[in-house]
C-alpha cells in the first residue's frame, strides 16, 4: 500500500513539474507586438499648394478690319466652343480694305475675308466690341470669352512626384478661409515646362498644372491659398506593412517576422509599391497572419517571444 502511495505522489510533483515548467515557458520570451494583417482599400495621393484664381479668359480678334453684319450674342450669354458670335457683311469689309490698301474693291474676292466670327472656347460673353453695320478694328478684342464663374487652383507640383500625374485625374481642395471642409475638382491642364520655385532657402524644381473646382461657394474666392490632394491611384485589398517591420537579410531579401503558438517564424514577402503608411505586400502574406512590430527584439528566426497583454 506504501508503494502505491509513494508512486502516486511522485507521479503527482511530476505532472505537477512538468506544468509548472510549461506554464514558466509560456510565461518566458521576448516581449513583443503584433499587427494583424487586413486588406483594405488604399489610395494613393499626391499634396500640393496653389492659389484659387478666376479661369483665364479669351480674347477673340479679327484678322483684318471688317464690318459687323448679324450679331448674334450679347455680354452675359453662355456659349461653347464654335457658337457664332456675329457675322461679317462681305461687300462693306471689301470696302474697308479697299480704303485701307488703296486698291478697288473689286479686287478683294469673297474667299479673302471670313464670313463668320465663332467662339474659341466655351465660356461666358465678358463683353462683346461689335455693333451691326459697324466697323471693328483688328488691334483691339472684339469679344472678351470668360470662365470667370468657373474657379481653379493653380498648383505647383514637385518634380518627384510628377510621373504620377495626369489631366483629368481628381482632386480635393481644402483652405483654412473656405466654408466646407473639402471641395471637389478635375486636374485639367499640366504645363509643358518646369520651373524653379523657392522653398525655404533653397529652390526647387516644379511644374505647375491646373485643377478646375466641379463645386463652389462663395467662400472660394481668387487669391486665397489652397491645398491640394490629387489621387493618383486606388488599390483594391491591398495588404500594406508599416516600413519599419520589414527586415532585408544578407541575401537582399525582404521579410518580416510572424508570431505563431508563441515563437516567432522568418517569412519572406515581396513588396510593390511604396505608399504613405507602408509597404505594398504583393505576396507572402495571409489574412489573420500576425506580424511582429518591433523586429529589432528579434536574434533569430524561432526563438520564443510572449505578445504584450
Do not use: W
Amino acid at each position: 500500500m506504501k508503494k502505491y502511495i509513494a508512486l502516486f505522489a511522485f507521479t503527482s510533483i511530476l505532472i505537477a513539474g512538468i506544468l509548472y515548467i510549461g506554464e514558466k515557458q509560456r510565461n518566458t520570451g521576448t516581449l513583443v507586438s503584433v499587427y494583424e494583417v487586413k486588406p483594405r482599400k488604399v489610395t494613393q495621393t499626391v499634396t500640393c499648394s496653389g492659389r484659387v484664381e478666376a479661369a483665364e479668359s479669351k480674347d477673340v480678334y479679327v484678322d483684318f478690319p471688317c464690318v459687323a453684319g448679324t450679331v448674334y450674342v450679347k455680354a452675359g450669354d453662355e456659349v461653347e466652343v464654335g457658337d457664332l458670335l456675329f457675322t461679317v457683311d462681305v461687300e462693306a469689309t471689301k470696302q474697308v480694305i479697299a480704303n485701307v490698301t488703296g486698291i478697288s474693291p473689286e479686287l478683294v474676292t469673297d474667299n479673302n475675308i471670313k464670313k463668320e466670327i465663332t467662339a474659341p472656347v466655351s465660356g461666358r460673353i465678358r463683353s462683346i466690341n461689335v455693333s451691326s453695320g459697324k466697323t471693328i478694328s483688328n488691334e483691339s478684342p472684339c469679344a472678351v470669352i470668360s470662365s470667370s464663374d468657373t474657379l481653379q487652383v493653380k498648383v505647383a507640383i514637385q518634380e518627384s512626384k510628377l510621373k504620377n500625374i495626369k489631366i483629368g485625374q481628381s482632386a480635393r481642395i481644402s483652405g483654412i478661409a473656405f466654408e466646407k471642409e473639402e471641395y471637389e475638382g478635375v486636374i485639367t491642364h499640366i504645363s509643358n515646362s518646369a520651373r524653379q520655385q523657392y522653398s525655404g532657402t533653397v529652390t526647387e524644381t516644379v511644374v505647375d498644372a491646373v485643377i478646375t473646382l466641379t463645386e463652389k461657394d462663395d467662400s472660394l474666392k481668387p487669391g486665397l491659398s489652397a491645398k491640394s490632394v490629387i489621387v493618383v491611384d486606388t488599390i483594391e485589398d491591398c495588404i500594406v506593412v508599416p516600413y519599419e517591420y520589414v527586415m532585408q537579410d544578407e541575401d537582399n531579401n525582404e521579410y518580416v517576422y510572424l508570431y505563431k503558438d508563441g515563437y516567432c517564424i522568418k517569412r519572406i514577402i515581396q513588396t510593390g509599391k511604396e505608399l504613405s503608411e507602408g509597404y505594398e505586400v504583393v505576396s507572402g502574406l495571409s489574412p489573420g497572419e500576425q506580424v511582429i512590430q518591433n523586429p529589432d527584439k528579434i536574434t533569430k528566426s524561432g526563438e520564443r517571444v510572449k505578445i504584450k497583454s
